[in-house]
Structures are given as C-alpha cells and as structure tokens.
Antibody
Framework: EVQLVESGGDLVQPGGSLRLSCPVSGFTFSSHWMTWVRQAPGKGLEWVAN????????WYADSVKGRFTTSRDNAKNSLYLQMNSLRAEDTAVYFCARLRGTRSTFDSWGQGTLVTVSS | DIQLTQSPSFLSASVGDRVTITCRAS??????LVWYQQRPGKAPNLLID???ALESGVPSRFSGSGSGTEFTLTISSLQPEDFATYYC?????????FGGGTKVEIK
C-alpha cells in the first residue's frame, strides 16, 4: 500500500522557518518525481514545488521561489520542504504527493500537515 | 502562466442528478488536464487524467471530455458519496495551476 505521511507543521512567527517531512512507503521512492501542494484554510489547491527522482531538478511556484526549498533523501525514502521567511499568506495545509511517471499527475497524496504563520 | 477557470464555483444538486462542471484554460493545453475530488478534511483524490482517462477504481458515472481550452467533468447520476469539491489542474507547463474548485452540495 502506498503511504505518504507529512509531518513538521506548526505555529511559527512571520519571518520564521520550518521544515516539513514526508516519509513514504509502498513504492520505489527513488523512481518518482514528487510534489508539494498547499491549501489555505477554506481555499483551493495551490501547487508549490516539484522535484525529480535524483533531486537535481526542482521547480517552484513564483509565490515561494527563493524562500522554499524542496529536497529528498532516497536512502531514507523521504521528501522535505524547507520553508524560510514565512509570511501569513503561507498559512495552509501542506500536502506531499507522488507524480505519475514524468507527468505532473498527482496519483497518491499524504493527509497533509498544517502550517500556521502568525504572531 | 496558464489560468484555469472553473464554473460553477458552487452547485446544489440532488441524488440521481446529472452534473456537469466546466474548466476553461487561458490558452490551449491539448489534453493535459487532470480532475481531482476532495472530500472535507481529506486529501484530493485523482479521478481523471489526460482530460478523459478514468482512473482505475473510479466509478464509471464519472467522465471527462474536452481539449484545447475547454473541458468538462460529468457525473451521470450523482450519488451521496459524490458530494465534494472538484478541482481541475493542468500539466502543460510550469507553473502548474489548479482551477478554483467546484463545491457540489446536496439540494
């Protein structure tokens, strides 16, 4: 069974940093592109970042470029999102998900972790 | 950037109704469109890829169509478990974007 379990969400002050983790199981992690998608409270879905199987290629939404960094450790079957210079508008549930092949079709999702940016 | 506009944003319907949701892209994206269903408090669930390819395990009452800039998701006979929010997403190029969502509620 494919499983993705996000963790690391917390209450953080504006300007602060946070690191999210997404350990996975049930599939060959090192063969898959992965993604982060977020959802502000009561709002729609927003794509955040993609990373290729070996971690050498990443893509970011303009809203997080320069502040967020996604990475992965294939030996630990884990995906990460380092979030710096956090803003109130970054408050959201953050989901990790698996891409289907090289297509940006998100076919398996974690349950999400809540990040709240507030003073 | 490619913008996706979903309509309606809210839909009230009864069990057994036929429901159609539209997703319009700001430029042509071929068939590179994906549909997801999200129930309250849950992660999104993949329904349809490549505009019309039904995901394994998804009931056949769901169907997708369209290409270029206009796409539709149809539920032929609405069931109680279908009351949820539906999102389209393009995978044509970066940045990836989602439509604003269509919330389907019980009439």
């Amino acid at each position: 069974e494919v499983q993705l379990v996000e963790s690391g969400g917390d209450l953080v002050q504006p300007g602060g940093s946070l690191r999210l983790s997404c350990p996975v199981s049930g599939f060959t992690f090192s063969s898959h592109w992965m993604t982060w998608v977020r959802q502000a409270p009561g709002k729609g879905l927003e794509w955040v970042a993609n990373i290729n199987p070996d971690g050498a290629v990443t893509w970011y939404a303009d809203s997080v470029k320069g502040r967020f960094t996604t990475s992965r450790d294939n030996a630990k079957n884990s995906l990460y999102l380092q979030m710096n210079s956090l803003r109130a508008e970054d408050t959201a549930v953050y989901f990790c998900a698996r891409l289907r092949g090289t297509r940006s079709t998100f076919d398996s999702w974690g349950q999400g972790t809540l990040v709240t940016v507030s003073s | 950037d490619i913008q996706l506009t979903q309509s309606p944003s809210f839909l009230s319907a009864s069990v057994g109704d036929r429901v159609t949701i539209t997703c319009r892209a700001s430029q042509g994206i071929g068939n590179l469109l994906v549909w997801y269903q999200q129930r309250p408090g849950k992660a999104p669930n993949l329904l349809i890829d490549a505009a019309s390819a039904l995901e394994s395990g998804v009931p056949s009452r769901f169907s997708g169509s369209g290409s270029g800039t206009e796409f539709t998701l149809t539920i032929s006979s609405l069931q109680p478990e279908d009351f949820a929010t539906y999102y389209c997403q393009h995978r044509h190029s970066y940045p990836l974007t989602f439509g604003g969502g269509t919330k389907v509620e019980i009439k």
